[in-house]
C-alpha cells in the first residue's frame, strides 16, 4: 500500500524537483542558506493549516473558516494572556489557543455533523462570523508588545548561522511544529480506525454509517481537530511575526486549499495524503516565496498556482479514466 | 456438528420478527409483518418495489427502528438496535448498491467493518491482510486486494461485498438484491457459495425480484405484498408462477405475442461496424416494428455495441444505413438527431438526474425540441407533457417535483424511458432495461416495448436476462469476443439452447 501512495505521488515529486531546478539553474541565490531558511519558515503555517484542511477533504468536506479561527484563536490567546498576566508559560498559550480552536471547530461541526448542511456553506458562514466577532468583540488594534513567553518562544532557533554574505539565517524551533503534526496526521488517517473512518465517510458517507462507524462523531471530530490545528498555525505565525494582526491570515484560504488539492486531494472526497500534502505545499510555498527570485512579476505567481491547480486536477482524472478504461 | 439425516434438522430460531409495523411521514411501509428466519436456512423475501422489504433490511439491520412490534435474536428480545450492535449479533447485509467505500483498496473493504465491530482503534496491516485473503478464500474467487475497488468492474464489487460479510461472525447474511450485476455463471456460483453457507449453519436472507432463483434456492419463502406478509411458505418445491402471483395478487402475464407482419421494411441496416477493443465485425438488420435481443456473457462487448449504435463509443469502420439512406454516428447528438435513443443499464449513475424532480429528468431530453432553441422554458405546457408521459407509463409519484431519485426502481426506469421516449425514437436501444426492477413493474415495461413496437418502433434489448429476451424478442443474436451470432427466432430458440450458445458450448 505504501509503495501504490508513493508511485502516485511521482509526478508531483518531480514537479517539486523541476521547480528547484529550475529556481536553482535561474537564480544561483535559491541555494543560499538564507533562502532556504526563508522557504522553510514559510511554510510552517501553511503547512499545518493544509494538513488539516486535507483531514477535512478527506472526508469529503470543505473548510473555508479555517483562517478565521486560526487568526480569532491566536488573537484572543494573546490579549487573554496580556491581560491575565498569565504570559509566563508558552505551552500554556498554545495549549489555550488549541483549545479555542477546537472550541471554534465544534460549531462548524455542529451544523455540518448534526444539522447536516453542506460544509462549504456553513464555512463560508463561519468565516465570516468568526473574523467579524473577532474584530467586533476582541479589537482591532495590533498588538506588538507580545507576552514574554512568546517573544522568547520567537527566538528559540533550531539552527542558526552567518551565511557567507555575511547575513544571518535562522530557522526557528517552531519548524519542528510542522514534521510533528504530519507525523501525527499521518498515523491518524492510516494507522487508526478513525483515520480510516475518515475516508470511508469521504467515499460513501452512507457506506461509512452501515459499517458502524459514528459519522456525527467523527466529523465533529475533525472539525475540532481541524480548528485545533490552525489555532497552533495562528499562534506560531504571531510568535514568529511578532505581531498579533487581526487582520493577517485571512485572505490565504485558496492558497491552502490549492496546495492540499495539488496534493492529491478531491474536492469530492475520499482522497489526500500527508506525503502529497507536503509536496503541494513545497510547490507553493517555492511559487510564493521564490519565482521572484526569477523576476517573475508578484502577479504572475498567481497565474502560475492557477495552472498548476488546473494540470495537477487534470492529470488526476484523466488517469483515472485511463485505469478505469472507456466507461467512466 | 450435528448429524446428516435425510430430513434436515428440526430448526430451531434465529431471529424472530413480531408485529413489526413502520410508517414513514403518513406512508405506511410495514403493516404487523411477523416471520423467523432458523439458522442454516436460506429464506427467500420477495415482494415488489414499495412493498417494504428495504424497510424490512434496515430494521433487521439496526438503522432504522420500528414504530411498533419487536425483534427476538436467538428467542431474547432485541432492543435498541443500531447497525454497530446488528453487526455484533452477526447480522450482515450486503445492500444492492454493494456499500462500498470506492476510494480504499479491496482488502480494506473486506476487512474494515469486522475490524470496527471488533472495537479496533488501531489499523493491524497483517491481520487485514489475513482477513482479506480468508474472505476471498471463503468465496472461493480470485481478487486483487491492492486494487482500489472504484477501478474494478461492477460485478467484482459483489464479490468483494460476500466477501466483507463472510470474514465477519456473520450468523445471517441479509443479501438484498445479489444478482442484479451477475451474469449466470456468476449466479450460478454466488448461489453455489449460498448453499455451501447454508451448510456451515448460517442464515441466509435472499431478497430478490429474480422468482426463479429465489425459487431455486431457498429452503423457506417469504411474500410481501402492500407492507404485509401475505404469505409464509414452509418448503419446497416453489413454483415461481404461484409466488408471482401473491407478490402482485394479480395472475401473471405470459409470453407477450404480437401481430407482426413478416416482412416489414429494414428500418435500420449495419454492416462490418467496427470498433477497436469494444466491437468487430457487426452486421444486421433491424425491420420496423422489429424487438432484437442481443445478449452474451458479461464484457463480449454487448454494452459496447449497444453504446456505439447510440454515439457513445462510435465505430471506427463500417455502414450504417437508416431508412435506406447513408447515416453517420459520431456522437450522441447525431444518433438523437437520426432518431436513436439509448436508454443506459445504470439508471441512477447514467440516466437520471437522481436529485432533481421527476419533471426535469423527464424532459431533460426533449426540452430544445418543445420549446427551441434560446427560447424561454414554458414550465406550465411542461407539467402538461410530463403529466401526460406519467399517465401514460403509469409512473407512481405523488409529485412531479419530487427527486427521482426518492422513487422505487421500477418507477426510475419508466421516467427514463419516458425521458427518451419523448425524442420520439424510430429506434430504442436498451441495456438491461429491467436490472433491479419488480415483476409487476417488469411486466408493464415490456408492454410498453411492445406497443412502441406495433407503432412500428425498432427496438433493440440488450440484456442477460434470458428469458425476458426470449418473452419479448422477435429475434435474439448472441455476441461473444465482439462479434455477433446469426440471426435466432425466438420461437424456435429454447432458454437451454441459448444458454449454451452464451458459454460457448455450441455455436
Given at each position: 500500500m505504501a509503495l501504490l501512495n508513493w508511485r502516485k505521488e511521482l509526478p508531483l515529486f518531480g514537479a517539486v524537483l523541476g521547480l528547484i531546478l529550475i529556481l536553482g539553474v535561474g537564480n544561483a541565490a535559491f541555494f543560499s542558506l538564507d533562502n532556504l531558511a526563508d522557504l522553510l519558515r514559510n511554510s510552517i503555517v501553511i503547512g499545518i493549516m493544509a494538513l488539516g484542511v486535507m483531514v477535512v477533504m478527506a472526508s469529503g468536506g470543505i473548510d473555508v473558516s479555517f483562517t478565521a479561527i486560526a487568526i480569532f484563536s491566536a488573537y484572543a490567546t494573546t490579549r487573554l494572556l496580556l491581560e491575565t498576566g498569565g504570559g509566563e508559560s508558552i505551552v500554556l498559550a498554545f495549549v489555550s489557543a488549541a483549545f479555542l480552536g477546537s472550541i471554534l471547530g465544534?460549531?462548524?461541526?455542529?451544523f455540518i455533523a448534526w444539522l447536516r448542511l453542506p460544509t462549504l456553506i456553513v464555512t463560508l458562514g463561519t468565516l465570516s462570523l468568526f473574523r467579524g466577532a473577532m474584530l467586533t468583540f476582541l479589537g482591532s488594534e495590533y498588538i506588538t508588545a507580545l507576552p514574554n513567553s512568546m517573544v522568547a518562544f520567537s527566538r528559540w532557533d533550531l539552527v542558526t548561522g552567518l551565511t557567507s554574505g555575511g547575513s544571518t539565517y535562522r530557522v526557528p524551533v517552531a519548524f519542528l511544529a510542522l514534521p510533528l503534526t504530519a507525523v501525527l496526521v499521518s498515523l491518524l488517517l492510516n494507522r487508526t480506525y478513525w483515520g480510516r473512518g475518515i475516508y470511508a465517510i469521504g467515499g460513501d458517507r452512507e457506506s461509512a454509517e452501515r459499517a458502524g462507524f459514528a459519522t456525527a462523531g467523527l466529523q465533529t471530530f475533525i472539525y475540532c481537530f481541524v480548528g485545533a490545528l490552525s489555532a497552533l498555525a495562528g499562534m506560531i505565525h504571531v510568535t514568529l511575526g511578532r505581531i498579533a494582526n487581526p487582520f493577517d491570515l485571512v485572505g490565504m484560504e485558496l492558497n491552502v486549499i490549492a496546495a492540499v488539492v495539488l496534493g492529491g486531494a478531491r474536492l469530492t472526497g475520499g482522497y489526500g495524503s500527508v506525503t502529497g500534502t507536503l509536496l503541494g505545499v513545497a510547490l507553493i510555498v517555492m511559487i510564493n516565496n521564490s519565482l521572484i527570485l526569477l523576476g517573475v512579476p508578484s502577479f504572475w505567481q498567481r497565474v502560475v498556482v492557477g495552472l498548476l491547480i488546473l494540470i495537477g486536477a487534470g492529470t488526476t482524472v484523466v488517469r483515472g479514466r485511463a485505469l478505469r478504461g472507456v466507461r467512466t | 456438528m450435528y448429524q446428516d439425516f435425510d430430513q434436515k434438522h428440526i430448526p430451531s430460531e434465529l431471529i424472530r420478527i413480531e408485529g413489526v409495523s413502520k410508517s414513514f411521514s403518513g406512508v405506511q411501509a410495514l403493516r404487523e409483518v411477523s416471520?423467523?428466519?432458523?439458522?442454516?436456512?436460506?429464506?427467500?423475501?420477495?415482494?415488489e418495489n414499495g412493498s417494504g422489504k428495504s424497510t424490512l433490511i434496515k430494521i433487521l439491520a439496526g438503522v432504522l427502528s420500528p414504530d411498533r412490534g419487536a425483534l427476538f435474536f436467538d428467542g431474547q428480545p432485541f432492543r435498541s438496535v443500531s447497525p454497530k450492535r446488528a453487526i455484533r449479533k452477526g447480522i450482515q447485509v450486503i445492500y444492492q448498491d454493494f456499500s462500498l467505500f470506492p476510494n480504499l483498496s479491496v482488502?480494506?473493504?473486506?476487512?474494515?467493518?469486522?475490524?470496527?465491530?471488533?472495537?479496533?482503534?488501531?489499523?493491524?496491516?497483517?491481520?487485514?491482510?489475513?482477513?482479506?485473503?480468508?474472505?476471498?478464500?471463503?468465496?472461493?474467487?480470485?481478487?486483487?486486494?491492492?486494487?482500489?475497488v472504484e477501478n474494478l468492474p461492477i460485478f467484482q464489487w459483489q464479490l468483494v461485498a460476500i466477501a466483507r460479510a463472510l470474514v465477519q461472525q456473520a450468523r445471517l447474511i441479509i443479501m438484498d438484491e445479489p444478482t442484479t450485476a451477475l451474469t449466470r455463471i456468476e449466479v450460478d456460483s454466488l448461489l453455489k457459495?449460498?448453499?455451501?453457507?447454508?451448510?456451515?449453519?448460517?442464515?441466509?436472507?435472499?431478497?430478490?425480484?429474480?422468482?426463479?432463483e429465489v425459487c431455486n434456492v431457498a429452503d423457506r419463502l417469504s411474500v410481501l405484498r402492500n407492507g404485509s406478509v401475505v404469505a409464509n411458505l414452509d418448503s419446497k418445491p416453489f413454483d415461481p408462477l404461484g409466488v408471482a402471483e401473491l407478490m402482485t395478487g394479480r395472475p401473471p402475464g405470459g409470453r407477450t405475442v404480437r401481430d407482426r407482419p413478416d416482412d416489414r421494411r429494414v428500418l435500420l441496416s449495419v454492416s462490418n461496424l467496427a470498433r477497436q477493443g469494444a466491437y468487430s465485425d457487426v452486421s444486421f438488420d433491424l425491420q420496423e416494428g422489429e424487438v432484437l435481443g442481443i445478449t452474451g456473457l458479461l464484457g463480449s462487448g454487448q454494452t459496447e455495441l449497444a453504446m456505439g449504435l447510440s454515439g457513445l463509443l462510435p465505430a471506427e469502420t463500417g455502414r450504417i444505413e437508416l431508412d435506406g439512406k447513408d447515416a453517420v454516428i459520431d456522437g450522441i447528438q447525431s444518433a438523437l438527431d437520426l432518431g436513436i435513443a439509448y436508454v443506459p443499464e445504470d439508471r441512477l449513475r447514467e440516466g437520471l438526474f437522481p436529485k432533481h424532480s421527476v419533471l426535469e429528468n423527464l424532459l431533460a431530453a426533449s426540452v430544445e425540441r418543445s420549446c427551441g432553441f434560446l427560447s424561454f422554458i414554458d414550465f406550465q405546457k411542461f407539467k402538461g407533457i410530463a403529466t401526460a408521459w406519467v399517465e401514460r407509463l403509469s409512473i407512481k409519484t405523488s409529485s412531479l417535483d419530487l427527486p427521482v431519485e426518492t422513487l422505487s426502481g421500477g418507477n426510475q426506469q419508466r421516467v427514463v424511458l419516458a425521458k427518451w421516449l419523448s425524442t420520439e425514437p424510430r429506434v430504442l436501444v436498451l441495456n438491461n432495461p429491467t436490472a433491479g426492477v419488480d415483476v409487476g413493474s417488469k411486466t408493464e415495461i415490456h408492454g410498453i416495448l411492445q406497443q412502441l413496437a406495433e407503432q412500428g418502433c425498432g427496438i433493440i434489448i440488450v440484456s442477460d436476462d434470458l428469458p425476458e429476451l426470449l418473452e419479448n424478442?422477435?429475434?435474439?443474436?448472441?455476441?461473444?469476443?465482439?462479434?455477433?451470432?446469426?440471426?435466432?427466432?425466438?420461437?424456435?430458440?429454447?432458454?437451454?439452447q441459448l444458454y449454451r450458445m452464451l458459454i460457448g458450448e455450441v455455436h
Open positions: 465544534l460549531i462548524n461541526a455542529l | 416471520f423467523s428466519i432458523a439458522p442454516g436456512q436460506v429464506h427467500g423475501l420477495v415482494g482488502a480494506e473493504n473486506i476487512a474494515l467493518v469486522s475490524e470496527v465491530a471488533r472495537g479496533a482503534w488501531r489499523v493491524d496491516r497483517r491481520r487485514v491482510r489475513e482477513l482479506a485473503t480468508r474472505g476471498v478464500r471463503l468465496l472461493g474467487v480470485e481478487l486483487d486486494l491492492d486494487a482500489l457459495v449460498i448453499r455451501s453457507l447454508r451448510d456451515s449453519d448460517i442464515a441466509v436472507l435472499f431478497v430478490s425480484h429474480k422468482l426463479n424478442c422477435d429475434s435474439i443474436r448472441v455476441m461473444s469476443k465482439s462479434r455477433l451470432s446469426e440471426r435466432l427466432t425466438a420461437e424456435a430458440t429454447g432458454e437451454d
